[in-house]
């Protein structure tokens, strides 16, 4: 069974920096062929943000290009996204998927598996 734990989220000012972990229990990463970062703001729908797949490559959405970096330890199994730059529309729950086997997919109904979630507040 898989399992997905987030950390480190929180509430920071603007221009600060956080840095997200996803710990996955099972084989999510090895079996399938892309992992992730998504967020949901209040009364918004849930919108990729990073994407890498089992090879490394990664994608990103427009709004966090050269701001955020996502990466991933094999060897721990576990997701990271590093948060540099922060903006207050920034501000969302942020989630951890897996077991995509659809490479560097940013819908959301394409990853099997999703943490419980971690806020982050930005303010300004």
């Known amino acids: 069974q898989v399992q997905l734990v987030e950390s480190g989220g929180g509430s920071v000012q603007a221009g600060g920096s956080l840095r997200l972990s996803c710990a996955v229990s099972?084989?999510?990463?090895?079996?399938?062929?892309?992992a992730g970062w998504f967020r949901q703001a209040p009364g918004k729908e849930r919108e990729g943000v990073a994407v890498i797949d089992s090879d490394g490559s990664t994608r990103y959405a427009d709004s966090v290009k050269g701001r955020f970096t996502i990466s991933q330890d094999n060897a721990k199994n576990t997701l990271y996204l590093q948060m540099n730059s922060l903006k207050p529309e920034d501000t969302a729950m942020y989630y951890c998927?897996?077991?995509?086997?659809?490479?560097?997919?940013?819908?959301?109904?394409?990853?099997?598996?999703w943490g419980q979630g971690t806020q982050v507040t930005v303010s300004s």
């Open positions: 099972g084989d999510a990463f090895s079996t399938y062929c892309a």
């Open positions: 998927a897996a077991g995509s086997s659809l490479c560097l997919t940013m819908i959301a109904r394409r990853y099997r598996y």
